[in-house]
C-alpha cells in the first residue's frame, strides 16, 4: 500500500502546504535563498531535497501564474491592520519612554540591549 505523502517525514509547525503564495511570503518563512529555488522550479514534479533554514524538503510546485498588482479593495485590511499595528507599537514606545523620564530606572543586563534605545531618547528629550 503506497503512503499518503502528508503522512512522510518530521513532523512541522509550518503548513505542509502553500497555496497562491508569492515569492516574498515564502522568502519570510523559509528564506530568500530557498524561496528563489521553489520559485525557479518546473511546476507539475516534485523537487529537491531543497535547503532551507529549517532543513531540507522535497517540494511539489502544482502550477505557476503570473503575479498581478492587487487592487486596493484585496490588500485594504491587511494595510489598515499594518497601520494600526504600527501606530500602537508607536504609541507604546511614546508611553515607555515618557516612564522612563519619571524614574530612575536600573535596568539588568539581560534586558539592557531591549531598553537602551528607549533610555537613550529620554536623554535626548528637555
Not at 528564506?31 to 520559485?39: D, L, T
Not at 486596493?72 to 511614546?94: G, I, L, P, S, Y
Request: aromatic share 10%.
Amino acid at each position: 500500500m503506497l503512503a499518503d505523502a502528508t503522512e512522510l517525514g518530521d513532523r512541522s509547525l509550518l503548513e505542509p502546504e502553500f497555496a497562491d503564495a508569492d515569492e516574498q511570503s515564502v522568502a519570510s518563512q523559509f528564506g530568500a535563498e530557498f524561496a528563489r529555488a521553489v520559485f525557479a522550479l518546473e511546476p507539475g514534479q516534485w523537487h529537491g531535497p531543497i535547503e532551507s533554514s529549517y532543513g531540507l524538503h522535497l517540494v511539489h510546485v502544482n502550477r505557476q501564474q503570473p503575479s498581478r498588482t492587487l487592487d486596493f479593495a484585496e490588500v485594504q485590511n491587511k494595510v489598515m491592520e499594518e497601520w494600526q499595528h504600527r501606530h500602537q507599537q508607536t504609541a507604546n514606545e511614546k508611553f515607555f519612554t515618557a516612564l522612563l523620564q519619571k524614574y530612575d530606572v536600573v535596568m539588568d543586563e539581560g534586558i539592557k540591549s531591549l531598553v537602551e534605545p528607549l533610555a537613550f531618547a529620554k536623554e535626548e528629550q528637555p
